[in-house]
């Protein structure tokens, strides 16, 4: 099966003026993660969305930046997981991903949540390294988004420890650019420690979705990063 698939949060710039799944519908990708953005509200998905995300093997689904219980009320932090909760089984989704940084109820709702490793930005004590690494352990049912650029950003073989320690956890991973400390770029540019770093993805046989911050507004541009991408990883 092939596992490359695409983030709709890679068209974040351009989501609210063009139909971003009938982009992605002309792609060579086997699934797709349907990012919200910071809010709910901000990309809500529509009908012709769910009827078009069920024609591919994986879905996931990224929970909004900003949902976490210290930042917006019980009540509303509720209603916005009863319209995830919709929306996830309407597309088929197999997994939501948060942010370690996000404040959650210890009860949630009956989906395969999978934490992520976040990059060194903001402020430390608030994005801490092993972030991640807490709700593993105090989570047993969670898995792990790995996220190469983030880890690349902490040290080039960040990526290679996170694997050895957590392979049997990781369900997914986020795949973009990382130079000069810069992450989610696209592959036009890549440097040999980046290629050497994520080497230990080939030991993975999970969905690899690519999430970067692309600049491209024609299907033609983002068709060559998306080979660009297979040639990397040999898919």
Same mark, same amino acid.
């Given at each position: 099966?092939?596992?490359?698939?695409?983030?709709?949060?890679?068209?974040? !710039?351009?989501?609210?003026?063009?139909?971003?799944?009938?982009?992605?519908?002309?792609? *060579?990708?086997?699934?797709?993660?349907?990012?919200?953005?910071?809010?709910?509200?901000?990309?809500?998905?529509?009908?012709?969305?769910?009827?078009?995300?069920? /024609?591919?093997?994986?879905?996931?689904?990224?929970?909004?930046? !900003? =949902?976490?219980?210290?930042?917006?009320?019980? @009540? @509303?932090?509720?209603?916005?997981?009863? &319209?995830?909760?919709?929306?996830?089984? +309407?597309?088929?989704? %197999?997994?939501?991903?948060?942010?370690?940084?996000?404040?959650?109820?210890? %009860?949630?709702? %009956?989906?395969?949540?999978?934490?992520?490793?976040?990059?060194? +930005?903001?402020?430390?004590?608030?994005?801490?390294?092993?972030?991640?690494?807490?709700?593993?352990?105090?989570?047993?049912?969670?898995?792990?988004?790995?996220?190469?650029? $983030?880890?690349?950003?902490?040290?080039? &073989?960040?990526?290679? !420890?996170?694997? %050895?320690?957590? +392979?049997?956890?990781?369900?997914?991973?986020?795949?973009? /650019?990382?130079?000069? $400390?810069? *992450? $989610?770029?696209?592959?036009?540019?890549?440097?040999?420690?980046? =290629?050497?770093?994520?080497?230990?993805?080939? *030991?993975?046989?999970?969905?690899?979705?690519?999430?970067?911050?692309?600049?491209?507004?024609?299907?033609?541009?983002?068709?060559?990063?998306?080979?660009?991408?297979?040639?990397?990883?040999?898919?």
């Amino acid at each position: 099966m092939d596992k490359l698939c695409f983030a709709t949060g890679n068209l974040w !710039r351009i989501a609210n003026k063009i139909d971003v799944m009938e982009i992605i519908s002309q792609l *060579d990708v086997s699934g797709v993660e349907y990012t919200y953005g910071k809010v709910y509200g901000e990309r809500i998905p529509n009908e012709k969305d769910f009827d078009m995300l069920k /024609n591919y093997n994986y879905n996931s689904v990224h929970a909004p930046f !900003r =949902l976490s219980l210290d930042l917006v009320s019980e @009540e @509303e932090f509720n209603e916005t997981m009863d &319209l995830i909760v919709s929306d996830y089984k +309407k597309m088929g989704a %197999k997994n939501i991903v948060s942010h370690p940084t996000q404040k959650l109820p210890d %009860k949630l709702s %009956k989906l395969d949540f999978i934490t992520e490793n976040l990059n060194p +930005k903001g402020v430390p004590n608030l994005r801490p390294r092993l972030g991640f690494e807490k709700i593993l352990e105090k989570r047993s049912d969670w898995g792990l988004c790995l996220d190469a650029s $983030h880890a690349y950003d902490w040290d080039p &073989l960040e990526t290679e !420890r996170i694997v %050895k320690k957590w +392979k049997k956890r990781i369900k997914q991973v986020h795949f973009s /650019n990382n130079r000069y $400390h810069k *992450d $989610h770029l696209t592959f036009k540019k890549v440097s040999r420690g980046f =290629l050497k770093s994520i080497e230990p993805l080939s *030991d993975l046989n999970v969905p690899i979705i690519i999430e970067e911050d692309m600049p491209y507004t024609k299907v033609s541009e983002i068709k060559k990063e998306i080979k660009r991408v297979r040639e990397i990883l040999a898919l």
